[in-house]
């Protein structure tokens, strides 16, 4: 079986921003990835909403390093998910999405995030709302922050052939 990852949309950032969002997403694949490069005014998380969905139906479990030590935390029934992590110096999130076509099953999301001057961390999260496909993703930082100038996020679909 071959996986080809396609390019769905890559938005390059030209000014600081509170959120991105990659709406009209097609159905056509099996899974979708998200890269994220770039910075933010402050060390801060970054959370994702599916469809619009602000009711509390996120949960996500973290685990991660700094190299001196390793911790694991968990929140539950979020208005948003926690993804990732952003720091004021150059950090790379890869978040899966899988199975987000498929209208009958909740969506868990895999994430892997590092900034070699802070930590690195992998993060599952659940989509508890009732069984949609996803098709609009919201992205943000926590607390009220923006993206810095100049972040890039692509939004692949991955084919199964």
Same mark, same amino acid.
């Given at each position: 079986m071959t996986v080809t990852y396609e390019p769905i949309s890559t938005q390059t950032l030209g000014t600081a921003t509170a /959120? %991105?969002?990659? $709406?009209? !997403? @097609? *159905? #056509?694949?099996?899974?979708? %990835?998200? %890269?994220?490069?770039g910075t933010s005014a402050s060390n801060q998380t970054? =959370?994702? &909403?599916f469809n619009g969905d602000t009711a509390t139906n996120y949960s996500a479990t973290r685990l991660y390093g700094d190299g001196t030590s390793a911790v694991s935390d968990r929140s539950s029934t979020s208005d948003v998910m926690l993804v990732g992590n952003l720091y004021t110096t150059q950090t790379v999130n890869l978040i899966q999405v899988m199975n987000y076509a498929n209208a009958t099953t909740f969506k868990t999301v895999l994430c892997r995030s590092?900034? +070699?001057? +802070?930590?690195v $961390? +992998? &993060?599952?999260?659940?989509? &508890?709302? #009732? @069984? =949609? *496909? !996803? #098709?609009? !993703?919201? %992205?943000? @930082?926590?607390?009220? *922050?923006?993206? /810095?100038i100049g972040c890039v996020f692509t939004l692949y679909g991955i084919k199964a052939e």
């Amino acid at each position: 079986m071959t996986v080809t990852y396609e390019p769905i949309s890559t938005q390059t950032l030209g000014t600081a921003t509170a /959120s %991105v969002t990659f $709406s009209t !997403i @097609p *159905a #056509t694949y099996t899974d979708l %990835v998200l %890269v994220f490069n770039g910075t933010s005014a402050s060390n801060q998380t970054m =959370e994702l &909403r599916f469809n619009g969905d602000t009711a509390t139906n996120y949960s996500a479990t973290r685990l991660y390093g700094d190299g001196t030590s390793a911790v694991s935390d968990r929140s539950s029934t979020s208005d948003v998910m926690l993804v990732g992590n952003l720091y004021t110096t150059q950090t790379v999130n890869l978040i899966q999405v899988m199975n987000y076509a498929n209208a009958t099953t909740f969506k868990t999301v895999l994430c892997r995030s590092n900034n +070699a001057g +802070a930590q690195v $961390s +992998a &993060r599952v999260g659940l989509w &508890r709302k #009732t @069984p =949609e *496909a !996803i #098709t609009t !993703i919201l %992205v943000r @930082p926590g607390a009220g *922050a923006n993206f /810095s100038i100049g972040c890039v996020f692509t939004l692949y679909g991955i084919k199964a052939e």
